[in-house]
């Protein structure tokens, strides 16, 4: 097996660089799923071009649906196939495997999906029992990849989702909630503790932009507007605001300054808001409607406590970053981590703890001590087939110099440009 160890370089002074993101995955495979309910052709442009959306578009083509990718720009006509049997591979793609089972839903022919033993490992049991109950027939793995589906699903109002474990759930069951011909739903209630609220809110955005209106009605449900279904449209996919916590919080660290092109405050994604966690340690940020720079302080702050229910992506960049700051960091709101591409909360806490950095867990919080420079050991860092533990703990690699990950393809999941856009701010 060839070695894919990568020691990351260290930064050893101040930068001022522009950086074009990728475009946003959660957006895209969002408009991507609507794509397969839609007549004629889409076009979304500032596509990302990695694993994730590759995934999604090689499913949609297996469901019969044209695909023509130029760039950054997908060419996408629908609708799909509803009655061919089919078998999908979603890869490491958790979102795109979520939007893919309640896309089977609507099909007649039988769905197998199945993905990356990483994707195995994460349930979908909510997502399944809805379904169950609304008329699919439905055989997996106790919940988990790989499993098969068949159709289609009953109109029933309401549906009710757990939204404890994950958001995706609940976008999964809003995007086919229009159905095909005739909508399966009018209202969505969530029961359980919902987390990530921000990226249900990203799913009734990209709905909006489609002609289809959905709104929260109370705290925990969500009523669609009858309507006729997605409508067909040019639509342009900002930039990552998740990928932007790397060089941002890399710019703070080293007194730099990054500007982001393509990301700017008119942003519905949910972790824009972690600039002002990075404001509130210092840092000045500047942003217009498209465009957005971070400049980092002379010296950071120390944080209260933070809670990062509402932004659980940007959270590991936030874990990475809090034994480099000069007092003990106590984060919490970390319970839906456990379900991630790994264990984002106890998987970085053993990392860290190698390295000689003093950690404590609870189910939900996190709190890590700071630790000297030269006290923090030389490992190779276990990415657990993880992109974001990989480009999180570049935070700590560019201080050290002394940090090897065992895997640096792993950022194509969702950035393969990551470790050009990182020389960049290495000068």
Not at 8 to 19: N, Q, R, W, Y
Not at 253 to 279: P, R
Request: with cysteine; proline share 5%.
């Amino acid at each position: 097996m060839q070695d894919n160890h990568y020691l990351i370089p260290k930064i050893t002074k101040p930068f001022d660089e522009a950086i074009e993101l990728p475009g946003s995955k959660s957006i895209a495979l969002r408009q991507m799923g609507m794509c397969a309910m839609s007549k004629g052709k889409s076009v979304l442009h500032g596509i990302p071009i990695c694993d994730d959306s590759l995934a999604m578009a090689s499913c949609l083509e297996k469901l019969g649906l044209s695909i023509n990718i130029t760039d950054t720009v997908i060419e996408i006509t629908g609708p799909m196939n509803l009655a061919d049997p089919v078998t999908l591979d979603a890869r490491m793609s958790g979102a795109s495997a979520r939007i893919l089972i309640a896309l089977a839903a609507l099909r007649s022919g039988i769905t197998h999906i199945d993905g990356h033993k990483s994707l195995r490992a994460r349930t979908n049991q909510p997502l399944l029992d809805v379904l169950e109950k609304a008329g699919c027939q439905i055989e997996s793995s106790n919940g988990h990849l790989p499993l098969s589906i068949r159709g289609p699903i009953k109109r029933v109002s309401p549906l009710t989702i757990d939204g404890s474990i994950s958001s995706q759930y609940v976008t999964a069951l809003l995007i086919i909630s229009v159905g095909l011909g005739s909508p399966i739903t009018d209202r969505i209630v969530i029961h359980g503790e919902l987390v990530s609220k921000p990226y249900i809110d990203i799913t009734l955005n990209e709905m909006q932009k489609r002609g289809i209106h959905a709104n929260w009605e109370a705290n925990q449900t969500i009523r669609i507007d009858r309507q006729a279904g997605y409508q067909n449209k040019e639509i342009q996919v900002e930039g990552d605001a998740t990928a932007a916590t790397y060089a941002a919080t890399l710019a703070c660290l080293h007194q730099g300054k990054v500007a982001f092109t393509n990301l700017g405050n008119s942003s519905q994604q949910g972790d824009y808001q972690y600039l002002e966690i990075l404001k509130s340690l210092g840092a000045k940020v500047v942003s217009t409607e498209s465009s957005t720079t971070i400049e980092g302080p002379e010296q950071l702050k120390i944080p209260e406590p933070i809670d990062m229910k509402s932004m659980p992506d940007a959270a590991l960049t936030l874990i990475a970053l809090a034994p480099l700051l000069g007092g003990e960091t106590t984060i919490s709101g970390l319970s839906s981590l456990h379900h991630k591409e790994c264990d984002r909360l106890e998987c970085p806490a053993a990392e860290m703890s190698k390295m000689g950095i003093a950690v404590e867990t609870t189910h939900e919080t996190i709190t890590i001590q700071p630790v000297a420079l030269d006290r923090i050991k030389e490992v190779t860092l276990s990415t657990y087939h993880d992109h974001r533990m990989a480009m999180a703990f570049s935070l700590i690699g560019s201080v050290t110099g002394r940090l090897t990950i065992d895997a640096q393809n792993v950022v194509d999941k969702t950035y393969p440009s990551f470790w050009n856009d990182y020389q960049k701010l290495c000068g």
